[in-house]
C-alpha cells in the first residue's frame, strides 16, 4: 500500500496509532526531511520511524489557515 492510498486512511486511526514519515509528510505537505528534523519521532524499528495521528492532528488544528 502506498503512502498516498495509507493518507486517505488517516481519518479512520486513533490519535494514538502512528504513521510514517513518508505519510506524516505528504499530511503536512512538507517534506520527509523537515518530517525527521522537526516532529516527534517514534522509533518503529532499527532505520524506520512514525509520528503519531494524534500529533499531527494537533498541529492541523492549530495552524493557521490560508485566506484566499
Not at 492510498?5 to 505519510?23: G, M, N, Q, W
Not at 509520528?51 to 499531527?56: C, E, I, K, T
Request: no cysteine; glycine share 8%.
Amino acid at each position: 500500500m502506498s503512502a498516498q492510498e495509507r493518507l486517505k486512511l488517516i481519518h479512520t486511526l486513533p490519535d494514538s496509532a502512528y504513521v510514517s514519515v513518508a505519510v506524516a509528510a505528504l499530511h503536512d505537505g512538507v517534506g520527509e526531511k523537515t518530517i525527521r528534523r522537526n516532529y516527534p519521532l517514534i522509533k518503529i524499528s532499527e532505520r524506520r520511524y512514525g509520528v503519531s495521528v494524534g500529533y499531527l492532528r494537533h498541529r492541523g488544528a492549530s495552524s493557521p489557515q490560508a485566506v484566499a
